[in-house]
């Protein structure tokens, strides 16, 4: 089911499910990730391990799904982008997602096309309700998100977080 998309500077732009032979790109992705959004996408400043990007690409389709998106640059594949999503073990017909791109693919569209692809898929495959959180300060996430359909509310425990959902 790949997809392919142009981005508006013409930069063409496949999106696939992640495969476990997608290790490499994956830890390549996120060890180039700016701080500031390595930091909006995990709520740390941590860089995760090796084990936690092998758990990244190699998903149980039965309850999670990635979808990312790839370019090429100088001949190879690179990632410049995932979105995913996990369902609730107690709620199967719900699921948190999360989304992530590289710092030169924001605010070009990419992320739409990316959460949309996500949404498309999460309710072909049961999923009825997608949530996340984010920063608050995460005013990028919060516009895609608002754009998206998703209702904001601040989080009951801390101000710093906002609630997302979206009815699928």
């Known amino acids: 089911m790949p997809i392919s998309w142009t981005a508006p500077d013409g930069r063409p732009v ?9 290790f490499e790109l ?8 700016s701080p ?13 391990s090796d084990e936690e990007v092998r758990h990244f690409t190699d998903v149980d389709p039965k309850r999670e799904l990635a979808l ?3 370019t090429v640059v100088d001949g190879r594949e690179r990632q410049v982008g995932v979105a995913r999503y996990v369902k609730d073990e ?25 959460l949309a692809s996500l949404i498309d898929a999460a309710r072909r495959n049961g999923v009825r309700r997608l949530v996340a959180t984010t920063l608050s300060a995460n005013s990028g996430m919060l516009a895609l998100a608002r754009r998206m359909g998703f209702t904001l509310a601040l989080n009951a425990a801390s101000a710093t977080i906002t ?3 979206r009815d699928l």
């Open 68 to 70: 990312i998106a790839v």
């Open 14 to 22: 496949t999106i696939r499910p992640i495969r476990a032979a997608d």
């Open 36 to 48: 500031a959004t390595g930091y909006q996408r995990l709520m740390s400043t941590r860089r995760p």
């Open 163 to 165: 609630d997302l959902a």
């Open 26 to 33: 994956e830890r390549a992705f996120v060890d180039g990730l």
């Open 90 to 114: 107690h709620t199967p017909d719900e699921a948190e997602f999360a989304i992530v791109l590289s710092d030169a693919w924001q605010r070009c569209g990419l992320g739409a096309k990316l």
